[in-house]
């Protein structure tokens, strides 16, 4: 009898059932999203301390559904990426900044547009070919393209991500290690990744100069990168006693509320014209 007890078996349960809907409804949204024109990039400037100037500029997916309305990226991605859409996204985003990057090109800003990947597009074996299509299609320099990954994304299965990364290295794409310091970071690994950059996760960066732990961390972060040839960037950086502290420190790139936030690309645009003169 007990087989036939619905509360029993997880197939009935009804709480599950109904998380697991939401998630697939969402998720086709999603997709139907991209395709319909919902989803959009915000790009925030980073700033090159020692160029002075904005160089580059992160994208950063915005959603607004009709029915949803504006959904954060935090609230899908993680879903995402269970279900395996984030390759819809990363398609759609790479050849979106790719796009996007060309048009500001024409205009005569030469920036470099940076592009977030997950775990499972490091699971992806066609990724860095993708990337190269992207980069040939809109005419793109090597270099104009860069990726941020997580330690937690590379992490997740270290081998298959490398062969991602070699991959995309030996292409000519320059990586940076995102939210730098809220995973496993070890040396060991650090020395075998093909990356460039450790970006500081904004959490040490947020309240630096209120905390002399985050100083110390921070500081030692940008001389650990500097010794292994690798750049710093800060994110997170919300107020002008952390400019200055970064500037002591070294730090190569800054980026954050202060600065600059995320903003649609025309008006991107505008904010780096104006900030150059
Ligand atoms: P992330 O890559 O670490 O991006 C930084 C997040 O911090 C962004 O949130 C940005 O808007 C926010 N931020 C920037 N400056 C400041 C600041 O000064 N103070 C504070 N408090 N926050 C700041 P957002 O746009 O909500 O994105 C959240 C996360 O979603 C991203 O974290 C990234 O992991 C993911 N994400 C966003 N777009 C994409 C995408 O196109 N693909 C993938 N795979 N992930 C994305
Ligand atoms: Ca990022
Ligand atoms: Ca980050
Ligand atoms: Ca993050």
């Given at each position: 009898?007990a087989?036939?007890?619905p509360?029993?078996?997880?197939?009935?349960?009804p709480?599950?059932?109904?998380?697991?809907?939401?998630?697939?409804?969402?998720m086709?949204?999603?997709?139907?999203?991209?395709?319909?024109?919902?989803?959009?990039f915000?790009y925030?400037?980073?700033?090159?301390?020692?160029?002075?100037?904005?160089?580059?500029?992160?994208?950063?997916?915005?959603?607004?559904?009709?029915e949803?309305?504006f959904?954060?990226?935090?609230?899908f991605?993680?879903?995402?990426e269970k279900?395996?859409?984030?390759?819809h996204?990363?398609?759609?985003?790479?050849?979106?900044?790719?796009a996007?990057?060309?048009?500001?090109?024409?205009?005569?800003?030469?920036?470099?547009?940076?592009?977030?990947?997950?775990?499972?597009?490091l699971?992806?074996p066609?990724l860095?070919?993708?990337?190269?299509?992207?980069?040939?299609?809109?005419?793109l320099?090597?270099?104009?393209?860069?990726f941020e990954?997580?330690?937690?994304?590379?992490?997740q299965?270290?081998d298959?991500?490398l062969?991602?990364?070699?991959?995309?290295?030996?292409?000519?794409?320059?990586?940076?290690?995102?939210?730098?310091?809220?995973?496993?970071?070890?040396?060991?690994?650090?020395?075998?990744l093909?990356?460039?950059e450790?970006?500081?996760?904004k959490s040490?960066?947020?309240?630096?100069?209120?905390?002399?732990?985050?100083?110390?961390?921070?500081?030692?972060?940008?001389?650990?990168?500097h010794?292994?040839?690798?750049?710093?960037t800060?994110e997170?950086?919300?107020?002008?006693?952390s400019?200055?502290?970064?500037?002591?420190?070294?730090?190569?790139?800054?980026?954050?509320?202060?600065?600059?936030?995320?903003?649609?690309?025309?008006?991107?645009?505008?904010?780096?014209m104006?900030?150059?003169?």
């Amino acid at each position: 009898l007990a087989r036939h007890d619905p509360t029993r078996s997880a197939a009935f349960d009804p709480e599950k059932d109904s998380t697991a809907k939401e998630r697939l409804s969402l998720m086709s949204a999603l997709r139907h999203g991209i395709e319909h024109g919902e989803v959009t990039f915000a790009y925030q400037p980073k700033y090159d301390l020692r160029a002075g100037r904005v160089t580059a500029v992160e994208a950063l997916v915005r959603w607004i559904s009709p029915e949803r309305g504006f959904i954060p990226p935090d609230d899908f991605i993680p879903m995402a990426e269970k279900t395996g859409d984030i390759r819809h996204l990363t398609r759609w985003g790479i050849n979106e900044a790719a796009a996007q990057c060309a048009a500001w090109r024409k205009k005569g800003c030469m920036l470099t547009v940076s592009v977030n990947l997950s775990a499972s597009d490091l699971m992806n074996p066609d990724l860095p070919a993708e990337a190269l299509r992207a980069q040939k299609e809109y005419d793109l320099p090597t270099g104009a393209l860069h990726f941020e990954v997580t330690e937690s994304a590379i992490m997740q299965d270290m081998d298959r991500a490398l062969e991602v990364l070699s991959g995309l290295f030996s292409m000519g794409f320059p990586m940076s290690i995102d939210d730098y310091g809220t995973g496993y970071s070890s040396l060991s690994y650090l020395k075998r990744l093909p990356v460039g950059e450790l970006k500081i996760d904004k959490s040490f960066v947020l309240k630096l100069a209120q905390s002399e732990e985050d100083q110390i961390l921070v500081r030692s972060t940008v001389d650990l990168a500097h010794n292994l040839g690798l750049k710093v960037t800060a994110e997170g950086v919300e107020d002008e006693a952390s400019v200055d502290l970064l500037k002591r420190y070294g730090c190569d790139v800054i980026q954050g509320y202060h600065i600059a936030r995320p903003m649609p690309a025309d008006e991107a645009l505008d904010f780096i014209m104006r900030s150059r003169v």
